[in-house]
Nanobody
Framework: QVQLVESGGGLVQAGGSLRLSCAAS????????WDWYRQAPGKQRELVAK???????TYADSAKGRFTISRDNTKNTVYLQMNSLKPEDTAVYYC??????????????WGQGAQVTVSS
């Protein structure tokens, strides 16, 4: 079993910054990739940023130049630094991780979600 715990959400004014964290724990043998998704009210969930085990990062067009995904492999933790936040960034943000467990299975796990609210 693998658990993800997210932290760092909150309320911020437009133009401000927030950093989300997501820590994985449990029977992890190897982490393959981390993703951050978000879902705004009435909208579909969208991929915001991705980080692979090879260090490749990709971003949604809406996040490019403002968001940065990073990872600390020693802590099994991923971060999403969000700068120059806009009201349209308001959403619940979810981290996901693809791991190989100690039992030898590869699967993805999701965090509980972190509310980010950007006021105008």
């Amino acid at each position: 079993q693998v658990q993800l715990v997210e932290s760092g959400g909150g309320l911020v004014q437009a133009g401000g910054s927030l950093r989300l964290s997501c820590a994985a724990s449990g029977r992890i043998l190897n982490i393959h990739s981390w993703d951050w998704y978000r879902q705004a009210p009435g909208k579909q969930r969208e991929l915001v940023a991705k980080s692979t085990s090879r260090g490749v990062t990709t971003y949604a067009d809406s996040a490019k130049g403002r968001f940065t995904i990073s990872r600390d492999n020693t802590k099994n933790t991923v971060y999403l630094q969000m700068n120059s936040l806009k009201p349209e960034d308001t959403a619940v943000y979810y981290c996901t991780v693809v791991v190989t467990t100690r039992a030898g299975f590869q699967r993805d796990y999701w965090g509980q979600g972190a509310q980010v609210t950007v006021s105008s």
